[in-house]
């Protein structure tokens, strides 16, 4: 009797300590009380791993003694056992400066492998004074500028002059900002709707291996996500030289968190901004610009999410256009003068989101997400200046209107077989645009003949798995294939070329393996196909040519930790694409430079010397050629072939200031296929300082400290002045930011 008494008391308590049990928590910031979103949780005990949604809240199953770490960047690390979570409803994690901590190298411990989690950490330590300064927070990443502040950025990134995001692909809130078929280019990612100040976190990647991230993610993609809660209000007024000014006002419209909901968490804020720039430009820029945005979350229950964003964005300017280098070597246009300033234009963008998530039992959870954007565009460009109309000018307009509609649903489920965990997502969704585009001559922004005038309907389809199986506790394999089904059709309004539909497909297979030999390194092998598709009048007109050329990309690395005031990391890489098959939207013409192949090195790190002094350091080299031309013109014009960027951030807890200084160096780069035309290089160094006092914050930055003249975009093509006769192959460029100031003061209540 006794011993049957001491088995049953046995068996119970072995059933308490083998029993699972699920337990939902709150992570919240211990001195300002908001929400920690993107956290990492993980089971010591039995290795899995989940993080916490947009709202700070996680879920997790486990042994009442399973021990679980939470770790975020910029917080203190906390384990806590499952029983000790179970009667908690929330979690306080303390802010901490020691970022590298905070950081594992191994893959096994790691929510999202394939995020560039060194660049992750440069959204802590760079000042972000604008919506383009998120970019350059990717390491070799650079950006140029050309039309009066208004236009996307052209960007530099992994041997690939991206146009404006042709093979780099950028999503606000997983709303895909590029733009295929635009009037000005395949894939223009405009970011200027972004407000800098509400983006919570960043995810980047380098080439095409993330199966969710889909067409023009081949020289990579960069996911911006927005604040779910704000500390509290905050009203930004900047001043800085030529004429700049800006004001923001971010309202927390749930200060004790209810709106609607009376138990779960809920928030919801709003953000406006207007800002006004002349620029250093001899003929005034009169950028001017608005935004706003609102967001809504709340927890519905135990186990749902829900969250809604709407946004919209304005703006025009005038342009000064590039120059010609001759007519500044003969004295004809001063450094920031203009040959054709009524350059200029006008843009407007709406995006409207809803998602919600749901997490079911068994380690499963399905999330939705609907979005409509909406985008207006018209630019009034002189590249020619008076090539082909020497009485009037070349003056071209560029116009468009598009609505967009999309849909993702992904499924996700963890799975266990023997000793290893396979994580698995499942995923579908769809891209619809609808748009109206046309090309014109124009006559100081005066329509005159209509060039091309096109009513688009492009669709994407696409489906996709990912499987993340932890074969050991030091090898990770991650793989997985998506399908990509488009849809193209062309109405022609005028009749100049063929109206018409093409349909295609892509199938992208990637893999990638992780391998850690010590705690401290990290080796990783990757491989995959990519794609950015061509334009719908490329795609209906040619079809020679497959409307979704292919890229297919290698890359072999290791990162590693010196302790722990060293993490860095290192890879080679290689990418060949099928066509360099482009539309150029300047002139309305096709161009076709066959096969490419890029190859290059990127060594980043960052290093921690010190409590609170942080250097970051970066280098990329690269080399580009075209495979179907003879190697003596087989270069890729203004691909970049060297960039290196470097920078010292020293925060002062006592005084409560934090001093940054940075430089990017771009080596010269060829504006021709034979290299005979070269791009000079550059350097520039940038500097902030930031001092707290209470209630109020006030920041000085300044953009090229030692008012270097510099070229920021650089063209070799042929134009023709008024007092020319034949047309001269030249080089064309803007001129970069002179030295510029700008004061910042914020006030928080």
Do not use: C
């Amino acid at each position: 009797m006794k011993k049957s008494k001491l088995a049953i008391i046995l068996i119970a308590l072995h059933g308490m300590v083998v029993a699972q049990e699920n337990v939902s928590v709150t992570l919240t910031d211990a001195s300002s009380f908001t929400s920690i979103p993107y956290a990492d949780i993980y089971n010591q005990s039995s290795g899995f791993i989940t993080s916490s949604n947009q709202n700070g809240v996680f879920h997790i199953k486990g042994a009442l003694n399973d021990a679980i770490k939470i770790a975020s960047l910029g917080y203190i690390s906390e384990v806590f056992t499952i029983k000790q979570l179970k009667n908690r409803k929330e979690v306080r994690l303390v802010a901490s400066n020691e970022y590298l901590k905070e950081i594992t190298i191994l893959a096994s411990k790691r929510q999202n492998l394939g995020i560039q989690h060194l660049d992750k950490l440069s959204l802590k330590l760079q000042p972000i004074n604008n919506a383009q300064d998120l970019l350059k927070t990717v390491s070799g990443l650079f950006i140029a500028q050309h039309a009066g502040g208004g236009k996307a950025e052209q960007i530099f990134f992994r041997g690939f002059d991206n146009d404006h995001g042709t093979d780099f692909a950028v999503y606000f809130d997983d709303i895909p900002v590029n733009l295929s078929s635009h009037a000005h280019g395949q894939g223009y990612a405009d970011m200027h709707f972004i407000i800098p100040e509400l983006i919570q976190d960043a995810d980047y990647y380098k080439g095409p291996y993330e199966l969710k991230n889909g067409n023009f993610s081949v020289a990579g993609a960069a996911r911006f996500k927005t604040k779910n809660e704000l500390e509290g209000n905050t009203l930004k007024l900047e001043m800085g030289d030529f004429g700049f000014k800006r004001a923001l006002l971010m309202l927390h419209l749930t200060p004790s968190n209810r709106l609607f909901s009376k138990e779960k968490f809920e928030s919801a804020y709003v953000a406006l901004e207007g800002s006004l720039n002349d620029s250093y430009f001899d003929a005034p820029q009169d950028f001017k610009k608005g935004s706003g945005l609102f967001k809504y979350n709340v927890e519905l229950g135990n186990r749902t999410s829900l969250s809604f964003m709407t946004s919209y964005f304005t703006s025009t300017w005038n342009a000064s256009g590039q120059i010609p280098l001759r007519a500044i070597e003969d004295g004809s246009i001063p450094w920031f003068g203009a040959v054709d300033s009524t350059e200029g234009g006008e843009t407007a963008r709406l995006n409207t989101t809803v998602k919600i998530a749901t997490v079911l039992d068994n380690e499963q959870k399905i999330t939705q997400q609907l979005y409509y954007s909406n985008n207006k565009y018209e630019l009034f460009s002189n590249f020619t200046f008076f090539l082909n109309d020497p009485v009037n000018g070349d003056m071209i307009a560029q116009n468009e209107s598009r609505n967009i509609l999309g849909y993702t649903a992904a499924y996700d489920r963890i799975d266990r077989f023997k000793n290893t965990r396979l994580t698995s997502t499942f995923s579908l969704g769809f891209r619809s645009d609808w748009v109206n585009s046309g090309l014109w001559t124009a006559i100081e922004r005066e329509r005159v003949k209509a060039l091309h005038n096109d009513a688009l309907h492009e669709v994407n389809y696409w489906a996709y798995f990912k499987e993340n199986w932890q074969v050991s506790s030091n090898v990770v394999v991650q793989f997985g294939s998506r399908l990509d089904y488009f849809k193209f059709d062309l109405l022609d309004k005028l009749g100049t070329h063929k109206s018409g539909t093409q349909e295609a497909y892509r199938w992208s297979p990637k893999m990638s393996l992780f391998y850690n030999p010590s705690n401290n390194v990290q080796l990783f092998a990757k491989g995959g196909i990519g794609f950015h598709s061509n334009y719908t009048q490329a795609a209906v007109n040619d079809k020679n040519v497959h409307p979704l050329p292919k890229a297919s990309a290698v890359d072999l690395g290791i990162e590693f930790r010196l302790g722990s005031k060293v993490i860095a990391t290192t890879s080679i890489w290689g990418i060949e694409s099928s066509s360099e098959y482009i539309f150029v939207s300047d002139t309305g013409s096709y161009e076709n430079a066959g096969a490419s192949y890029r190859k290059g090195v990127d060594v980043s790190a960052k290093i921690n010397p010190i409590d609170q002094v942080w250097f970051n350091v970066s280098a990329n080299w690269s080399k580009g050629i075209l495979l179907d031309t003879p190697s003596s013109e087989n270069s890729i014009p203004s691909a970049p072939t060297f960039t290196s960027t470097g920078s010292l951030s020293y925060t002062n807890k006592k005084y409560q200031m934090e001093f940054y200084i940075g430089g990017r160096y771009m080596a010269e780069r060829p504006l021709s296929e034979d290299e005979s035309v070269m791009a000079k290089s550059y350097s520039l160094l940038d500097g902030s300082i930031n001092k707290t006092f209470d209630k109020f914050n006030v920041a000085i930055s300044a953009q090229n400290i030692l008012n270097i003249k510099w070229k920021e975009a650089v063209f070799y093509d042929a134009s023709r002045l008024k007092n020319e006769v034949l047309a001269v192959d030249d080089i064309h460029f803007t001129p970069g930011t002179p030295r510029y100031v700008k004061l910042a003061v914020s006030y928080n209540f």
